[in-house]
């Protein structure tokens, strides 16, 4: 449920926004910063990347993407240990993966 909160002094917004980022980082915070950072050259197609999390993947963030192919992520073939993802051309992707 979202509450509407009235602001009356920018000081309450500043409050407000800290408030929120606090709680944001708590959520997310222990699965970001447990991933690794894992580069990969793709081709067209499926390409398994090993991620090393060892550990069931949560998820993933692009980087960098070095060419201007889509880079779509095929979540029923990831494992504790591989990633794929499907390129629709060749690129070098950077990704975060946590």
């Known amino acids: 449920m979202?509450?509407?909160?009235?602001?009356?002094?920018d000081g309450d917004l500043f409050r407000q926004l800290e408030a929120w980022r606090d709680a944001f980082t708590k959520i997310q915070a222990p699965f970001l910063t447990r991933g690794v950072q894992v580069e990969a050259?793709?081709?067209?197609?499926?390409?398994?990347?090993s991620h090393g999390l060892r550990a069931p993947l949560r998820g993933w963030i692009v980087l960098r993407l070095?060419?201007?192919?889509a880079v779509s992520l095929a979540e029923a073939s990831s494992t504790e240990t591989t990633l794929v993802l499907v390129a629709s051309g060749p690129a070098t992707v950077?990704?975060?993966v946590y």
């Open 41 to 49: 050259k793709l081709v067209a197609g499926q390409n398994t990347i």
């Open 2 to 9: 979202i509450s509407l909160i009235r602001i009356t002094r």
């Open 66 to 69: 070095k060419a201007s192919s």
């Open 94 to 96: 950077t990704l975060w």
